[in-house]
Nanobody, 114 residues
Framework: QVQLVESGGGLVQPGGSLRLSCATS????????MGWYRQAPGKQRELVAT???????NYADSVKGRFTISRDNAKNTVYLQMNSLKPEDTAVYYC????????WGQGTQVTVSS
């Protein structure tokens, strides 16, 4: 049974930081490309960042220079370090694992507000 469990979301002031984690089980983590996506109210889910099994990364233009995706294959976990957060970063953040199929976590809420 595949499980992806996100954590680390919460309420933060503009300019603040959060670190999201996504712990996985039931997949061969090191062979999967991992991703973070987000969905704001009334909007479609959008890509935030991805990291391949080899460690190559890709970011949405809106988060380049502020967010960093990383992975720890020993812990079967992917991270998203988010700095200089803005109100427009407010969304539910989802992690994904992709190889032959794509699996999703349940999401974690990030709210950026003063």
């Amino acid at each position: 049974q595949v499980q992806l469990v996100e954590s680390g979301g919460g309420l933060v002031q503009p300019g603040g930081s959060l670190r999201l984690s996504c712990a996985t089980s039931g997949v061969i983590f090191r062979l999967n490309a991992m991703g973070w996506y987000r969905q704001a109210p009334g909007k479609q889910r959008e890509l935030v960042a991805t990291i391949t099994s080899g460690g190559s990364t890709n970011y949405a233009d809106s988060v380049k220079g502020r967010f960093t995706i990383s992975r720890d294959n020993a812990k079967n976990t992917v991270y998203l370090q988010m700095n200089s957060l803005k109100p427009e970063d407010t969304a539910v953040y989802y992690c994904s694992a992709s190889r032959m199929s794509t699996y999703w976590g349940q999401g974690t809420q990030v709210t950026v507000s003063s």
